[in-house]
């Protein structure tokens, strides 16, 4: 198997010497320099807490796509969420993470897989439940951000049936179903109604 590229960024230079001298020493990954990878590969973020600036940073366009490994010392209930946003799918507690144990996260994140730990996994799935309770059911919105009438509309449109079609099958107007599209795709910067259609299928919607 072809080691994991990885690429390292830490708070201080003394932090990132020694993750690249560590993670240089396996034969199961190998280190380039970050500007170098590709949603392929792995980066690896050293840092305190997760302040505005290094939730930048993760965002910033050359790394947003790139799967991220975040080895932390301080985590708050409010920053699962935020590292979740900015393609971390790893989150390691620097005071409580082996050598071994940095290697197994990046090979798992090249692999597609996620690792929180229990503690931080509990948290995140309460964040979920609070934002489902208090922003997105009271606005009859599911956890994709579509009301049922929304999916309905798109499933419809996934079978290849036009707007008089949907309105006739739904007993709708044809002017409510342009209205239904024109409000998601609008609310969810969805180009045209493929684009909705894909978004709903990537959910798991429909």
Do not use: W
């Amino acid at each position: 198997m072809e080691p994991v590229r990885v690429g390292v960024q830490a708070a201080d230079s003394i932090t990132q010497l020694g993750l690249t001298s560590f993670l240089r020493t396996d034969a199961q990954v190998r280190v380039v320099e970050p500007a170098e990878l590709t949603e392929q590969d792995v980066l690896v973020v050293q840092a305190e807490r997760m302040t505005p600036q290094v939730a930048a940073e993760l965002r910033a366009e050359k790394q947003a796509s790139v799967p991220k490994v975040l080895l932390i010392d301080e985590v708050r209930d409010t920053d699962v969420l935020n590292a979740v946003e900015c393609r971390v799918v790893v989150v390691l507690p620097r005071s409580r993470t082996t050598g071994e144990a940095l290697v197994e996260a990046v090979v798992a994140a090249a692999s597609g897989r996620g690792v929180l730990p229990p503690d931080l996994l509990g948290r995140l799935l309460d964040n979920v439940r609070r934002l489902q309770h208090e922003v997105l059911t009271p606005r009859g919105l599911g956890a994709a951000g579509l009301t049922a009438r929304e999916v309905d509309v798109l499933r419809l449109m996934a079978e290849g049936l036009d707007t008089g079609e949907i309105a006739g099958r739904l007993c709708y107007s044809e002017r409510t179903v342009k209205n239904v599209i024109y409000e998601l795709t609008s609310r969810l910067n969805l180009r045209n109604r493929p684009h909705a259609v894909a978004y709903a299928v990537q959910a798991g919607v429909i």
